[in-house]
């Protein structure tokens, strides 16, 4: 049996968010990781300049990364166990938020086709 798609019922800013937080912490230039626990560090936030912003190896569309400064987006993966929320100066994705499949990233994560 194929596993359960969004099995923490996550709602769509969330699992936007997620993605977006995804991508950020596979790059230095935004993330640490603690070799210790596993988490992932997101302390270096993007900036968005006109209409989208530059994540890692892709551009993202502003409209999809409003749950970036919502506290209540933090705390809803906090409380799902994904992240540990340190708002609004960093986040911290638990393994378990890095390896959550949330089927976005070919949706909002928007890469050159060449």
């Excluded at 099995?7 to 210790?36: G, H, M, V, W, Y």
């Amino acid at each position: 049996m194929p596993p359960k798609r969004n099995p923490l019922k996550l709602n769509a800013l969330q699992l936007k968010t997620l993605t977006i937080l995804q991508q950020l912490s596979r790059f230095p230039e935004s993330a640490t990781t603690d070799e210790n626990s596993g988490e992932i560090l997101i302390s270096n936030l993007p900036r968005p300049h006109g209409n989208h912003f530059h994540c890692g190896d892709a551009v993202v569309m502003s409209k999809d990364a409003s749950g970036l400064k919502n506290e209540s987006v933090w705390k809803a993966l906090e409380r799902k166990g994904l992240a540990r929320s340190m708002f609004p100066a960093a986040i911290a994705l638990s393994v378990h938020g890095q390896n959550y499949e949330t089927g976005l990233a070919d949706q909002i994560l928007h890469r050159s086709d060449h």
